[in-house]
């Protein structure tokens, strides 16, 4: 009786077994032991082993009588005897049978109910009760019971038949492992079990149980892989938090792939009260033994964008350190690519299968956020979650556009177009518990980051970036000034470009920066191009061109010095479109003017070409003109010019006279020679004007012939 003193509940069946191969040698005290052994309603046991009798011939009468009166009554049930100690193995079964039908719901001896059911090995609240697994009901097919106000309900053996045949029951398909429920569309709570050695497999069943003891199976989920144990992990999350379950996720942390028992957790949607299969969530640092989906944990928003997320267990990451892995939810679903790792390698020394258990339900410090407490061997590590920041950034220039007519200061010596930028910063914290917090913020700011050579460098620096620091309050624009001075450049038409980049000046502690938000800005401050309000300018530019060589009339007349009539006949043995070059004058001279009948034009560049039998001399503007032509000649192409004209912009309304002078090849003689003059610019001139911007000399030639004759 005394060892029944300590470790039993209350009502609970006592049972002693006695086995033994000779008689007691505290007889006189036997029948008092009995006769308390009966108050205190133990039920006895005797096992008599005739071993050493048999061997030496001896009569086990004598014994036989004590270890029957040892055993309680009746004897057939309670008293047993073997031919020696080897034979003790024939008898185990039969005596476990009739322990285990002491507090059993079977009656019949060969199967076991709820004897061995260990209920309890998972459990899940519901409103009207606890939900109970017990997976070594019927034969260790598992079920689920439910723990009431009003009872127990305990669901027939024959309700899980339709998914766990008799055939199987064999098999232990542990069912009850885990349990947990979703919320229909109908707004009604539904059942979720797993059971991971159902046929190798594993499988989920989705059922309604009645307190009535029935129980109906609306869908089963079934694994794909042997041994993966799928459905040893099942959670159920509401993304949207409108009430109804979103997305179940089913944990098979055995998953073998790539060599490795890498894990899997599977994605079930719901659509129309049946959950179908999404894939599944990705990991991809477990290229390793990883067990990934040993722990899947629903958590509250953690990154506070209304979203509610999900938390998953790799126990076996990094040697079996472990680690987990944070999955955002967004709309209906969970994003199947982790947002987050944490591994215990980087949280602190000898933390061993970090991730083996998650929960994330309370704010541990009181900051208004859920933080994570997570187990590992023989510890639990608290996570705190921080704050999500977004930072609003703007620029806004002062003027509004670079007036590269008009210097109106001096930078280096120089006379320089002066600008000031206005870099302003909003923070805005998403949870509503630090609506009165502040953040440090670092930026930089660059002018013409992708040019080689900027337009325009910053005053404080001299240069086009500079790096500054600023704290910032919630919900408080703050805003620095940027002074910036436009050099000469090339290029006025192109607008400057500033950008900024930015981030926390402590990433490591405090607010997060929220990364779906964006990091840097860039805006761009146009030149004011004189032009309409539109600030399109459309330019009309005008060319015209004539040469001075003679016609084979002209040339009669001046070289010939002949007659009108004489000369009449000379040009009538020639075709009337050819012109004569004289042998004194190897030069030909080209009159032009380009005029802007329009708005102002932007890099408006002359394109000059021209035969082979010309080389070209120079270009002069004429009539005192303050309007500059610069001509460079290509490398590839020395047949052509290309003249920028009043860079960086031709005027509206202006006009520029020039002369172009080529000289003739003295090697090359062709029967004609062309010059090709066409003028553009970057400004978008109509269509309709362009048909005047080119000019076509072509002409066909007679050489004069320099004839010297001596004696």
Not at 103 to 130: A, C, Y
Not at 486 to 499: E, I, R
């Amino acid at each position: 009786s005394e060892a029944f003193q300590k470790g039993g509940r209350k009502g609970a069946k006592r049972v002693m077994i006695v086995i033994t191969d000779g008689e007691s040698h505290d007889s006189p005290d036997l029948e008092k032991v009995i006769e308390d052994s009966e108050k205190d309603n133990v039920t006895r046991y005797a096992v008599a082993v005739l071993g050493y009798y048999n061997r030496r011939g001896i009569n086990p009468e004598a014994f036989l009588n004590e270890i029957k009166f040892i055993a309680s009554d009746p004897d057939d049930k309670h008293f047993f005897n073997v031919t020696d100690e080897a034979a003790l193995k024939d008898i185990v079964d039969a005596l476990g049978e009739r322990i285990f039908s002491l507090e059993g719901t079977n009656k019949n001896e060969i199967s076991f109910g709820l004897e061995m059911s260990q209920t309890g090995f998972s459990s899940h609240v519901v409103e009207d009760g606890i939900l109970l697994g017990a997976v070594g009901a019927y034969d260790w097919n598992g079920a689920v019971l439910k723990e009431t106000s009003s009872g127990k309900v305990i669901p027939l053996r024959e309700s899980y038949l339709q998914e766990f045949p008799e055939e199987l029951k064999n098999h232990g398909a542990y069912l009850g492992y885990t349990v947990s429920s979703v919320i229909s569309t109908k707004h009604e709570r539904i059942y979720v079990a797993g059971a991971p050695r159902f046929n190798h497999t594993g499988k989920v069943i989705i059922f309604s149980m009645h307190n009535n003891r029935n129980l109906t199976i609306h869908q089963a989920l079934k694994g794909e892989q042997i041994g993966s144990y799928y459905g040893s992990e099942i959670n159920s999350l509401d993304v949207n938090g409108d009430g109804v379950t979103d997305v179940l996720l089913v944990g098979a942390p055995m998953y073998f792939s790539e060599g490795r028992e890498r894990g899997k957790v599977y994605v079930y949607t719901l659509r129309e009260n049946r959950f179908v299969s999404s894939g599944a969530l990705i990991d991809l640092q477990s290229y390793q033994n990883s067990r990934f989906g040993s722990c899947i944990a629903a958590v509250p928003d953690l990154n506070q964008d209304s979203y509610n997320d999900l938390v998953v267990g790799a126990p076996l990451e990094d040697e079996h350190q472990g680690a987990i892995y944070i999955f955002l939810g967004f709309e209906e679903t969970v994003l199947k690519k982790y947002k987050q790792r944490i591994a215990a390698a980087d949280l602190a020394p000898g933390l061993m299968y970090f991730g083996c258990s998650i929960h994330g339900q309370l704010d541990l410090n009181e900051d208004g956020l859920v933080d994570l407490a997570v187990g590992s061997l023989g510890n639990a590590v608290l996570l705190w979650s921080r704050s999500v920041v977004q930072i609003n950034a703007s620029i806004r220039f002062e003027p509004s556009k670079i007036n590269i007519f008009t210097k109106d200061c001096k930078r280096n010596g120089k006379d320089a177009t002066c600008m000031s930028a206005f870099v302003c910063f909003t923070a805005i914290f998403l949870s509503a518990h630090f609506q009165t917090a502040s953040v440090a913020l670092r930026y930089n700011a660059t002018i013409d980051e992708r040019r080689y050579t900027p337009r325009a460098h910053l005053d404080e620096s001299g240069e086009r970036h500079t790096q500054k620091g600023l704290a910032l309050l919630a919900g408080q624009e703050h805003c620095d000034r940027l002074q910036f001075h436009v050099l000469d450049t090339a290029d006025y038409v192109k607008p400057v470009t500033f950008s900024i980049d930015y981030e926390l000046e402590h990433p490591e502690s405090g607010p997060m920066l929220d990364d779906g938000w964006p990091t840097s800005l860039k805006v761009s401050v146009p030149f004011w191009n004189g032009c309409n309000e539109d600030e399109h300018c459309v330019p009309d530019l005008v060319l015209d061109a004539r040469s001075d060589v003679p016609s084979a009339m002209e040339y009669c007349r001046r070289a010939l010095r002949r007659a009108p009539p004489d000369c009449s006949a000379f040009a009538l043995s020639f075709d009337a479109s050819v012109f004569v070059i004289e042998s004194s004058r190897r030069r030909v001279a080209v009159e032009a003017a380009l005029e802007n009948r329009g708005e102002n034009a932007y890099s408006t560049v002359l394109n000059i070409s021209f035969s082979r039998n010309l080389q070209f001399a120079s270009l002069i503007p004429k009539d005192d003109t303050d309007i500059n032509i610069d001509c460079m000649t290509e490398d590839k192409h020395p047949n052509k010019k290309v003249c920028n004209v009043s860079y960086p912009f031709f005027r509206a309304k202006a006009k520029v006279a020039f002369r172009l002078d080529f000289e003739f090849s003295k090697s090359i003689f062709l029967q004609s020679m062309e010059i090709y003059l066409i003028a553009n610019s970057d400004s978008e001139e109509k269509e309709s004007t362009k048909e005047d911007n080119f000019a076509h000399l072509n002409f066909h030639l007679k050489y004069e012939a320099d004839l010297l004759f001596t004696r």
